[in-house]
């Protein structure tokens, strides 16, 4: 809601430098009858200037509400976290918490079986059955060649394009019919080091993460990873 709210008013803004500044720049440029080329430059100037002004204060605001959705969603998970909340429910906020600020988002919990060997979906409220079906159960292995072995391995996996990405060939077709062509995954890991499974980012179009989003999945993961750890101890 604050996105859009920060769209509606960089739009306002424009019109209004169109309707109150337009006229005045047109009788400017054209005083005495004549058009004056150094002062119409100026003006164009000053406009453009405007223009990126309000671009760049209408992304810092995003990036501010997003930095406080953020910071919201970890405090909730630690509270829940202090309250003996269910594994689950937990790890359904931390990807609710991921997905809100940016549009477009999907993410899921992986989990490893008690083995090591298998993927189990730890939590993925918005991803369809079809993506959830291809993942349960899938065989994770130091000799597999998906983005499962990533998992095993407690890799960092960024795949921008899976129509491209040599690991995505086994979840390429139901990720493009779920309109995601793009995964990032982030390893799953509880205090000695140990690989618990994985946070999974896809986008609805081709991406990479910049530092921001590296910070934001790292702290998720770890959220993860001390969930799935107090769970286990208890």
Not at 5 to 12: F, I, P, R, S, V
Not at 106 to 130: H, M, N, Q, W
Request: hydrophobic fraction near 45%.
């Amino acid at each position: 809601a604050a996105v859009a709210t920060t769209a509606a008013d960089a739009l306002c803004y424009r019109l209004y430098l169109f309707c109150v500044l337009g006229p005045l720049v047109v009788r400017l440029v054209t005083l005495g009858g004549q058009v004056n080329l150094s002062l119409a430059f100026l003006v164009a100037f000053f406009m453009l200037a405007l223009e990126m002004l309000s671009g760049w204060v209408g992304r810092l605001t995003q990036e501010i509400h997003q930095v406080k959705q953020g910071d919201r969603y970890q405090r909730d998970v630690m509270e829940m976290l202090a309250k003996g909340a269910p594994l689950s429910r937990v790890l359904h906020a931390i990807v609710r918490g991921v997905e809100e600020p940016d549009r477009g988002v999907l993410a899921s919990i992986v989990l490893l079986d008690a083995e090591k060997k298998r993927a189990l979906i730890g939590a993925a409220p918005t991803l369809p059955d079809y993506f959830l079906q291809a993942i349960e159960g899938l065989e994770i292995g130091p000799n597999n060649r998906s983005l499962a072995s990533s998992i095993y391995k407690g890799q960092r996996v960024v795949a921008d394009d899976v129509r491209t990405h040599p690991g995505c060939v086994e979840l390429r077709d139901v990720a493009l019919q779920a309109g995601l062509p793009s995964c990032w995954l982030e390893r799953i890991k509880n205090g000695a080091g140990e690989v618990l499974g994985s946070l999974a980012i896809y986008h609805s179009e081709p991406a990479r993460p910049n530092v921001e989003d590296v910070r934001r999945m790292e702290n998720a993961a770890h959220l993860a990873g001390l969930a799935v750890e107090r769970h286990r101890l208890e």
